[in-house]
C-alpha cells in the first residue's frame, strides 16, 4: 500500500528522518505546531501507520502502551526498558548465531523488538523484578 506524498505526509516523514529519539506522534505534533504547519494529531496517527504500513517506518509499543516510531534504516534491533520506558538501537553486525537462526529465509525486512531492563535501571534502588 503507497499512499499519496502530502505536505503532510512530507512533513511527518522528514521529522522522523531527522530524528533518533523514537519519537511519539504527540512529539511530532508539537514540532508541527512550533513550526506552524497545519496538521492535526490525528493526521500524524494515520501517516504514522501508513508509514508502518508502507515499511517506512516501524512502531515500538513501550511497557506503559504509547506507541513510538522510527523510521526504517540500516537493520537494527530495539531494546525496550519496562521500568523507565527507554528505547536503545542496536545494529546487527555479523552475528553468527543470529545469522545461524535465519540461514534458510530470505528476510525482506525485519522488526525485532526485545523488552527488559536496562542496566541504569537494574543497578537502581528502585528496580523489582516486578518490573518485567
Not at 503532510?8 to 512529539?27: S, Y
Not at 505546531?33 to 512502531?59: D, H, M, P, T
Not at 530495539?78 to 528505547?87: E, G, T, W, Y
Request: charged share 30%.
Amino acid at each position: 500500500m503507497v499512499t499519496r506524498q502530502t505536505r503532510q505526509k512530507e512533513f511527518v516523514l522528514d521529522n522522523l528522518k531527522q530524528r533518533f529519539d523514537h519519537p511519539t506522534a504527540l512529539q511530532i505534533f508539537n514540532d508541527a505546531q512550533k513550526q506552524g504547519v497545519k496538521i492535526g494529531e490525528v493526521s500524524i496517527y494515520r501517516i504514522l501507520n501508513n508509514l508502518v504500513k508502507e515499511g517506512s517506518a516501524c512502531k515500538i509499543v513501550t511497557k506503559d502502551n504509547v506507541a513510538h516510531f522510527d523510521f526504517t534504516r540500516e537493520d537494527h534491533i530495539h531494546l525496550v526498558c519496562n521500568s523507565c520506558n527507554r528505547i536503545f538501537d542496536r545494529y546487527i553486525g555479523d552475528n553468527e548465531k543470529l545469522a545461524d537462526l535465519i540461514k534458510d529465509f530470505h528476510i525482506a525486512k525485519q522488526d525485532i523488538v526485545l523488552y527488559g531492563i536496562c542496566n541504569e535501571c537494574a543497578k537502581s534502588e528502585n528496580y523489582k523484578k516486578s518490573n518485567f
